[in-house]
């Protein structure tokens, strides 16, 4: 599947530019969300909330897996939301790596502070000048076991200095770390993955750590572990 995608994007980028490329990738990513079902892990995915398409978003989520992300790109999609991923999976994974250097992610070296702030800053240009949104995930790295790790400030604050207005999200994500209790392989069976997305908080008025400190609280108040 990433395979034939890697060939799609590559196409639908260099033959219609932006527009197409996107929707080859959800496209894509419908599919890997789909693939779930193979194993009899389900998704569920809730949205209550009537976010704007008019304003750029700031998706913050907890993070259990990698499986956490397609379903996050499919059922946000008419948000355009970028990610901030670490460089290193720019390179060498077919449809996903294409996607993460052509398709406006922030492709972070944790290594080179300079190098990561200029990405997260060119992501929140982007953000202001073509109203895209952006999935954070501020705990760094994935939760193996589901327990939360604590909420990092940095790069949402860098970006609400160039989109003070943009809206902020939270989504909380339940048992996707189920699906890798024992690695990549092999995957585990008949879970009930979930994806919720939370009450906005608006940012007027509001710090920066504030802002991810009540973000935070509201994703740990529906983890299930």
């Known amino acids: 599947?990433?395979?034939?995608?890697?060939?799609?994007?590559?196409?639908?980028?260099?033959?219609?530019?932006?527009?197409?490329?996107?929707?080859?990738?959800?496209?894509?990513?419908?599919?890997?969300?789909?693939?779930?079902?193979?194993?009899?892990?389900?998704?569920?995915?809730?949205?209550?909330?009537?976010?704007?398409?008019?304003?750029?978003?700031?998706?913050?989520?907890?993070?259990?897996?990698?499986?956490?992300?397609?379903?996050?790109?499919?059922?946000?999609?008419?948000?355009?939301?970028?990610?901030?991923?670490?460089?290193?999976?720019?390179?060498?994974?077919?449809?996903?790596?294409?996607?993460?250097?052509?398709?406006?992610?922030?492709?972070?070296?944790?290594?080179?502070?300079?190098?990561?702030?200029?990405?997260?800053?060119?992501?929140?240009?982007?953000m202001k000048e073509k109203n895209w949104s952006t999935v954070i995930f501020p705990e760094g790295t994935r939760s193996k076991t589901g327990v939360m790790k604590p909420f990092a400030v940095g790069g949402i604050a860098t970006i609400l200095k160039k989109v003070p207005h943009a809206l902020i999200v939270p989504i909380v994500i339940n048992n996707s770390w189920k699906m890798v209790r024992y690695g990549s392989f092999p995957l585990n069976t008949f879970i009930a993955m979930r994806w919720e997305v939370l009450k906005p908080i608006e940012p007027e008025g509001l710090s920066a750590e504030e802002i991810v400190k009540k973000a935070e609280a509201a994703i740990r108040e529906k983890v299930m572990l």
């Open 1 to 126: 599947m990433l395979l034939i995608f890697h060939a799609i994007q590559w196409l639908s980028l260099n033959l219609g530019g932006y527009t197409p490329h996107k929707k080859a990738v959800d496209i894509l990513n419908w599919f890997l969300t789909s693939s779930y079902y193979l194993l009899g892990n389900t998704v569920t995915f809730i949205n209550h909330q009537h976010l704007p398409t008019n304003r750029s978003i700031i998706f913050i989520a907890n993070h259990q897996s990698m499986y956490d992300i397609p379903p996050l790109i499919y059922f946000l999609r008419k948000h355009h939301a970028k990610f901030i991923s670490k460089i290193e999976l720019a390179t060498g994974i077919p449809s996903i790596s294409y996607n993460l250097k052509h398709g406006g992610a922030a492709n972070i070296d944790r290594n080179d502070p300079k190098q990561s702030i200029g990405e997260i800053l060119k992501l929140a240009k982007n």
